[in-house]
């Protein structure tokens, strides 16, 4: 008798290894696979503007990313003491103007040369509400706790969604055209904007990301695993919003098995047992006990990098 439904998830064909580059970009799902990704000393790197959750706003960091070093203090605003960028996420805001500009560039360089060597792009959407700033009609990627007065609201089409995914996906080829992407659907719920209009919105990602499937975009079931595998509460965290870390364990385990070969399982494995060490504590204040402890786990760092030099550890 089976009392669960296991979603069957197709191996994918193009295997990620340690030698290879990967990028992240959207939700805050996608930083939590991200993470992953660099527990396990992956070459990674994730969110040139920050944690982003709209497929415009996201597209629209990719039309940064082909002008690198591009943004000048004209693009900035200004409210409660901070300069920020409404293309951006607030950990880019800042006192000072120059700062913001310095750190936006940095980032748009650092990130578009990344891509541009990386095999896989793997993009999370996490909502089709978007808030336009009324001044500039322009949709805002992060509204800067701006008052609410300042914005309108709406819930982008089908229609909307595609054309921003095809202008995503022609300027990450831009960049890169050997880049694979990935796209996921993220599980989070977006209850603000009412649980039926949440649904709306995830079944409009859902259907445009769905009309662009190819053989260089692909789609991971994040948000079926969690909603159809996973169908309790108790896979959740207490805001009932976000997957708790036994959730997102185990769809990191579906994404194992769909990306990496047995060589690199083996690989994570010890690299996992290094983390284990490398994260341990000793109980004991004796100061010898340790720093023969700290010069285990720097045996151990150079033993497995001397092994696996492709590892960022």
């Not at 960028?85 to 578009?112: M, P, R, T, W």
């Not at 109980?283 to 492709?310: C, H, R, T, V």
Request: charge should be neutral; proline fraction near 4%.
């Amino acid at each position: 008798m089976k009392f669960r439904m296991e979603i069957p998830i197709p191996t994918s064909s193009n295997k990620i290894d340690h030698s290879q580059k990967v990028y992240f970009t959207g939700s805050c799902f996608s930083e939590n696979v991200a993470n992953k990704f660099k527990y396990f000393g992956f070459d990674l790197l994730s969110n040139s503007h920050g944690i982003i959750y709209n497929p415009v706003s996201i597209s629209e960091c990719f039309f940064d990313l082909m002008n690198p070093g591009s943004y000048q203090e004209k693009d900035l605003s200004f409210h409660n003491d901070n300069y920020f960028s409404y293309a951006h996420h607030g950990c880019f805001d800042g006192k000072e103007s120059s700062e913001v500009i310095k750190n936006i560039n940095v980032s748009l360089q650092l990130h578009a040369s990344f891509i541009k060597a990386a095999q896989v792009v793997f993009i999370t959407l996490g909502t089709a509400w978007v808030y336009v700033q009324r001044e500039i009609n322009r949709i805002v990627a992060n509204c800067h706790k701006v008052p609410a007065e300042f914005f309108k609201k709406r819930l982008l089409t089908v229609d909307d969604i595609e054309n921003n995914l095809e202008k995503m996906i022609d300027r990450i080829h831009f960049l890169n055209p050997a880049a694979q992407i990935v796209f996921t659907l993220s599980p989070v719920k977006h209850l603000k904007d009412g649980f039926v209009e949440n649904q709306l919105s995830k079944s409009r990602l859902h259907v445009a990301i769905h009309n662009f499937l190819s053989k260089n975009v692909s789609y991971f079931p994040s948000y079926e695993i969690m909603n159809d595998d996973l169908r309790d509460y108790r896979f959740w965290k207490e805001d009932m919003m976000h997957p708790n870390e036994l959730a997102i364990e185990y769809i990191w385990q579906k994404f194992s098995e769909t990306y990496f070969s047995k060589e690199t399982m083996e690989v994570m494995k010890e690299v996992k047992q290094y983390q284990q060490l490398a994260s341990h504590r000793p109980l004991s204040p004796n100061l010898g006990e340790i720093k023969d402890f700290d010069e285990k786990k720097k045996a151990k760092l150079i033993e497995i990098k001397n092994k696996y030099p492709q590892l960022i550890l």
